[in-house]
Nanobody, 127 residues
């Protein structure tokens, strides 16, 4: 069973870049049976899918966040990471890493598509 654990800062200043890492166990970021996503949930709002990285390192981002988002991976550590630039208070949210199993053609996804989730980490944007 895949297990996911987010790590990163809990507080980011406006205009800074957020960097979060997801450590994967029970599965490999290089296996073509998984796709690895980042999802967030602002306080009082619904889940928002942000982007995905596939087994070959290819990526696909939500159009609304594409200009500020980058997802990468470290195959030696079996991790994938999120960078979100130009942070504002509106980016305050619980950030989740998640995975979907199966042979997947990368494209827009929904939080409901995910099979495994991390516990989430709260990121607050404040000066």
């Amino acid at each position: 069973q895949v297990q996911l654990q987010e790590s990163g800062p809990g507080l980011v200043k406006p205009s800074q870049t957020l960097s979060l890492t997801c450590t994967v166990s029970g599965g490999s970021v290089t296996t073509n049976y998984y796709a690895w996503s980042w999802i967030r949930q602002p306080p009082g709002k619904g889940l928002e899918w942000m982007g995905v990285i596939g087994y070959d390192g290819s990526t696909y981002y939500s159009p609304s966040l594409k200009s500020r988002t980058s997802i990468s991976r470290d195959t030696s550590k079996n991790q994938f990471s999120l960078q979100l630039s130009s942070m504002t208070p509106e980016d305050t949210a619980v950030y989740y890493c998640a995975s979907r199993t199966g042979i997947i053609i990368l494209g827009a996804m929904s939080p409901g598509d995910m099979d495994y989730w991390g516990k989430g980490t709260l990121v607050t944007v404040s000066s």
